[in-house]
């Protein structure tokens, strides 16, 4: 392979960990819910590195499944905001701090 | 590098016929067939020194117009992103033509010429893709215009594309499984043969009976073998298109003109001509999917090429059958293109609760019941020849 | 450099940029969507160049093409303009950013040279649909049916969830 494997990883790591930054400090719920789809980005990136290192599709069954994940936890996640900004008005989790209301 | 060249001459080519040539005179055919279906002359007074061809020079007035016309960004608008949202809508729409094949492969001596600037092993895939990409076009700019008619625009454009696309996805997936490939050129090749209308009752013991039945053949083309996928194929690419009866992201009498009512000029243009250019891009896609692509039917290439070899040599029947396939694609192109804008001008626009109803509840289980039927019959075929 | 090392290199810089704009620059909900979706097209181009071409197609479609669509749609539907940063911002911005270069940086020196396979040939087909496909429908039914279940559960939810009102 000409693309060096160390290279792939490092590429994923970098967004894993800017993925992490955006989910720790930003406040709107949907940035961090897009953070966290950065984050499996990255994963699926290294799943793909690896598969093609060892020579099995295996880590692109990986890869699909992570898709599925992100599928559904997109809806969910998204149904949570819809429902929030119902009662709140808001997408700030510091305004959704509360145990109950 | 040398491998660029013919990838070059093959993308000038397709972008010459189809973005150039065609999508302008079909903003002529659009007005003209419209006119035919109210009873109108149309479009017929743009003119050179008197001389005004039907009305065709009605294209270059509307480019002269758009050009010169003021290009106005809506105080509150975000600048950059709505000057970007015309080109997400026209780009990925261009590049969807690089995986249609416009005509077969052919052997010259040793130089093999294939007629598809990037010929795919997931070529449906890749225009999946390219199609979803578009959706952001529309959705962005009716954002961006900050404009509350506009956002209804793209509200609506992005639920209908995101819907329409799962099932426009699942439709052709029987004719996947007939011609067992994702490749579009392999698709064509699969198209040019025939079979016996009647073939699969010898499996079943049936042979004597049928006399001169037996000899009956159709060419297996994808509308003949899965006629349901072509109709819903269909319906799905013009819901996809936002063409009327799916205009409701423009619904021009509801919300004035939808994602696109704050851009003037080029950036109008922009739109205006994607939306041409698309209606070329489903026609080419349509004829490659389920016309046969650039076949003749019950005239395969072996066909051709044997029977003008003895006249002419090899060279001259290769070359004249290239030429009758391109000409052969671009006249069922322009039959769908006429389809397209038969249905656009004969069908009202349905309420948006309707669109989604037809998507949800009408295409999405006959898409999945012909994919159960298509998988029954395969395995059933397979049965009796084994 | 060879085309497709050219293509790596230049798209990966593409997704990192795009993605520290997303989480560090725009305040803006709808620029931060687009962001990330400059993101996914840069890991899928990544993605061809890694002979992942099935997997590649599905991040379009799915990442590109419709989560992120479904994104803006809640964007729009809430008619969010402008966001505000924490207060405590800047000092979460600093520890995460340590904290994680400390992390990436024993990573890359300690355990990714010692740890990573060497790189085998692979068959021309590799990641080809009718590759995936035969692993996935042969291989992984189980997971693959049972992915199937995970996203009826996920349809029902959101629906209870995004419908639901108070009265």
Redesign the interface.
Known sequence: MEIPLEHVIGLSALLFAIGTVGALTRRNLIVILMSIELMLNAANLAFVGFARAWNSVDGHIFVLMVIVVAAAEVAVGLGIVIALFRNRESVNVEDVSLLRW | MEALVPVLIKTLFIILVAVAAFAPVITWVERKQSAVMQDRIGANRADIAGITVLGLLHPVADVIKLLTKEDVVPTGA?R??HLMAPLIASIPVIASFGVIPYGGTYHFGDTTVNLVVAD???GV??I??????A??GT??A???SNNNWS?LG??RA??Q??SY?VTM?LSIVGLFMCFQT?RLTEMGVAQDSTFRILGFLEHFGFVESLGWLSHLTLPTWGILLQPLAFVLFLTCVMAENKRPPFDLPEGESEIIAGYFLEYSGMRFGLFYMSEFIEVVVIAALMTALFLGGWTIPWLSQADIIGGVTPIFGVGVATGLCMLLHVVAFFAKVILMIWLQMQIRWTLPRPRYDQVMDLCWKVMLPLSLANILVTGLVILVLQGARA | MSAPAVFFYAFGAAAVLSALSMVLHLRNTVAAAMSLVVTMISLAVVYVVLDAHLVAALQIMVYAGAIVVVFLFVVMLLNLRHDVFAQRRERLVKLAGVVLALGAAFAFLQLVPNSLPTVQEIPADFGSYAAVGRALYRDFVLPFEISSLLLLAAIVGAVVLAKRRLS
């Open positions: 975000n950059a992103l795919l092993d997931w895939l890749y999946f893709a390219i199609a979803s990409i959706t952001y959705v962005i009716g954002w961006a956002l793209s509200l992005s639920a594309m995101i696309e996805g994702l």
